[in-house]
């Protein structure tokens, strides 16, 4: 027995012993951000620069899982628990309106100043019952990616409309596929069950001038004929000019098939473009950027993506959290990260700048695309975002698989969201 | 046929199905050391190569920066510090406390036995997501460290599991054994420590092994509790956490090599143990 | 005297069966007793997972929405001048009108199950929440069809790796390599060979020998979705179930084999007279946490089909993290462990596994 007993008590020595060496330090503020190479990298930065400018602050930065569920389920684990281990958290653009009660004002804090530097559709998603929670940070649109050099060889424009895209997608493959290349694909996107489908319907039916499933005076404007049209219309993509398996494609599955030269089009958001110029790239050099095709309403449509940072309620430094955020959301710092690491700011004049420009030229042609992207409807659907998405990409899923057919998935999802919400039904947003 | 003709035939059969066996066993596995020695652009070949090979030129072609790039990466070998900890620790807790319970439960008489298993299964039957909150709460409300709150947490499902098998296995040794140690005059607790316990060696290495493994893969309690606490961070978290330059971005081949090296300890780990699974077979000389 | 003995030995192994359960038993209080308690009580109330409004207590509301569901007829349409059946030009079928104009609505939105065919006439099944009913169906269907190939394979394996040959201690290591490959890996690893492009291994090796076009969606093909994570999951666990397998064909002593083959028994014979038998309260227990472990099973279906198709235990994780609905997650959580409870019970009583 005793034996037993010395070897669990020293078990226990050893463990905690390892414990007590590995103890965190006590820091001042918090700031939970992405754990990925370049964004870890430059908000340490930015931290740095921060406690040097003052130096009575440690800013701590925390890394956090990349995957938005992991992460989501990480901050609710620190909201529920109301910990105050957590000063300010990195916040995906669709995430303010349903954590809205957890953040604090921060026009109570001194954003009001520069509130109106930044594009103005995510500073309103961002402004739940009159109080701004989250200050943006940057930003990302869809993007229509395609390839330069194949347009050239078969003498094709770039598609503005979906049906040109359709046609010469569908052409260009079929004349790929005969000249060798069997797994050559007109067009790749995200259509997986999950948020990333969403976001991509969401340009379609906009786009067709079907709204934006929740218009931003609280109606559920989903059930019309544009929207089904524009969803029967990518149902008849899958197999055709996009794999069957583009049901189960995410940003990355798309994206490694179009760096490995296996597709035309691509929609994809702004990290593909670097990365698809890298060295290891099969298509480096010879593809471009453009915003996404227009459906009947005549204008393209872009789901708005990109971050943001909250001040959490529980911090026990809200002046100084606060104050740090607004000094990451700063021209300076954001000005460093669109040169240094290629993020798009969220301050409209730094698409002007020379030196922005310079580093990363493509900026210029994305200007235009992020005054005119389209915001999911979370803060219209707040505190209940994440149920009504899912409402829609399974809908939306179940016409892609051929499931269902898009006129019962849209009544559907209305009357779904009709119970969801206790909305009434209206006429869809334009764009 | 003649009998050695026979005798051929069948050894050709079994090393045939031995075959299969190991082909099934460790063709996946092979996929991902291919895969962990590809490049992003080797990885998205069509068709795919079962050798790394250039995609220009088909010429064999291995990539090994993605070696480099875990073995660079101090999260991963503290990953791996800390899970050894963390399921070593968890594994010999539950084999102890464990084998006490089973010795009780397998051996000695007393009333309550079956609801006693029942209460100790039960811990196992519920989602690990369902729990998980929880948990949480009961972690911060008692203010533990993150190594202390996986071990603790794994015992879990680690515990019914070492607790029942080993249950099973006392229960099957023939009650011979104790009768003659009492008749010497050993206590029932001597009994179990000098005897019995050498005797389901095998059992106690075999649940011991699945446990330790069982500990080692854990994601989804470890990225909860080492949230707050980077350095606490075990391998399949850290593996998680592995991510490209830019955001989004999955370094298929890195997370194929981390694969692989952290593969590689537990294969030696039961090389070593597994002579020990062998020993048992003197149980049966107790017979008679 | 000798009955004094007894007597007293028997108290003596009472206290010291006590003595020695009582510190799994702390340890499962601890651990245990509040996050349990918590899920059970919570599974009563309304609660939002880090909500800021106020939490009420609902009864048994969240068990009504999860399990209700209703069974309807689809009445054939019929055209409003003839006053007869419409029939489908293309099929020559009868027209039937769609679930949505026929499931109730009131108290509660009932959304087509599943639709089947019973003598001429068309039914539906509806639920409040069909993706849980779904998912019960395909846990179910999982947990029987995984344990008992690994029970198979897991018997082979543990055979074969029983019997004297060279390399036996090398076998035994690469028995356990899958059950060893950390599991969120091992999913990816899948997944990267369901691929549906001939970058997946699959697809690639298919193509070679002639069969479809190196395009099958293993994961998006609602056909091929649960055989993909039934051999997932059966790769990953057989070395589980050969190696318990394995420590209780070790614990058979040889003598009666030897004592069989001198009877003249074949090997056939001597397998089920002799190794079955002896090795039941090995499967048994092994059967039993092999399926407990598959009715909870969460990795491979969140990695792998994440929202396209639930198990219990993902769904239960998509409804705490993304609808952030914990009453209902935890009232998710009490169903699974009625299942599993029910299911062990069944299993005892089936293997005659008695606890005397």
Known sequence: MRKYLLLVLALVLVVSFTAVGFAQDKTEITVAAGSVGKELELTQKAAQMYMEENPDVKVNVLSTPDLANDRLGLYLQFLEAKSPKVDVYQVDVIWPGDLAQHFIDLNEYGAEKVADNHFQEIVQNNTVNGRLVAIPWFTDAGLLYYRTDLLEKYDRKVPETWSELQETAKYIMEEERAAGNPDFYGYVWQGNAYEGLTCDALEWVFSNGGGTIVSPDKKITINNEKAIEAIDMAAGWVGDISPTGVTGMGEEDARKMWEAGNALFMRNWPYAYTLGNADTSQIKGKFDVAPLPAGDSGSSAATLGGWNLSVSKYSEHPEAAADFALFLASEKVQKMRAIEGSFNPTIKSLYQDEEVLEAVPFFGKLYEVFTNAVARPSTATAPKYNQASEIFFQGVHSVLTGESDATTAVQYMELDLKDLLGYETGEPRQP | MSKTQKKVLKKILFYFVLAVIVVYLLFPFYWAVNSSLKSQAQLSMTPATLIPRDPDTGEISIFTRNYFAIFKNGQFLRGLVNSSIVATSTTILSLIVGSFAAFALGKLRFRGKEPALYVILAMTMFPQVTVLSGLYAVINALNLSARFSMIFTYMLFTLPFTTWVLTSFFRDLPKEIMQSAQVDGATPFQTFHMILLPLTAPALVTTGLLAFIQAWNEYLFALTFTSIDPSARTVPVAIQYFSGEFARQEPFGEIMAAAVVVTIPIVVLVLIFQKRIVAGLTAGAVKG | ?356
């Open chain 3, 1 to 356: 005297m000798a009955k004094k003995a007894m007597s007293e030995l028997a108290k003596e192994e009472q206290k010291l069966a006590i003595k020695l359960l009582i510190p799994t038993f702390i340890i499962l209080l601890v651990i245990a007793l509040y996050p349990l308690g918590q899920v059970f009580y919570t599974s009563f109330t309304n609660r939002t997972f880090a909500g800021t409004g106020t939490t009420e207590f609902v009864g048994l509301d969240n068990y009504q929405k999860l399990l209700a569901f209703s069974i309807e007829e689809l009445p054939p349409v019929v055209d409003e001048e003839t006053g007869k059946v419409k029939i489908d030009e293309e099929t020559g079928e009868k027209v039937f009108q769609s679930p949505i104009q026929v499931l109730p609505r009131q108290p509660e939105l009932h959304r087509p199950v599943y639709t089947f065919n019973f003598f001429g006439s068309k039914y539906v099944v509806g639920a409040v929440t069909p993706d849980f009913i779904r998912a019960v169906f395909n846990t179910i269907i999982f947990t029987v069809f995984s344990v008992l190939i690994e029970t198979i394979l897991g018997l082979g394996v543990a055979l074969v790796v029983n019997s004297e040959f060279k390399g036996r201690g090398m076998m035994r290591a690469v028995m356990l390599v899958p059950w060893a490959v950390i599991t969120v890996v091992s999913a990816k690893m899948w997944q990267w060979m369901f691929q549906p492009t001939r970058a997946g291994l699959f697809n690639m090796l298919l193509d070679k020998f002639g069969i479809g076009t190196g395009n099958f969606s293993f994961l998006t093909n609602p056909s091929l979705q649960m055989p993909a994570i039934i051999a997932v999951d059966v790769w990953k666990t057989t070395p589980f179930m050969a190696l318990l397998l394995l420590a209780g064909l070790q614990l058979i002593p040889q003598e009666l084999y030897e004592a069989a083959e001198v009877d003249g028994a074949s090997k056939i014979r001597q397998f089920f007279t002799i190794t079955l038998p002896l090795l039941k309260p090995s499967v048994a227990v092994a059967l039993i946490f092999r399926t407990l472990d598959s009715l909870r099973v969460f990795d491979v279906f969140q990695v792998l089909l994440a929202q396209k198709r639930y198990s219990m235990a993902s769904f239960n994780y998509f409804q705490l993290i993304s609808a952030r609905q914990m009453g209902m997650a935890s009232a998710i959580g009490v169903i699974i462990f009625i299942l599993i409870f029910f299911f062990a019970l069944a299993y005892m009583k089936a293997l005659g596994v008695d606890t005397e």
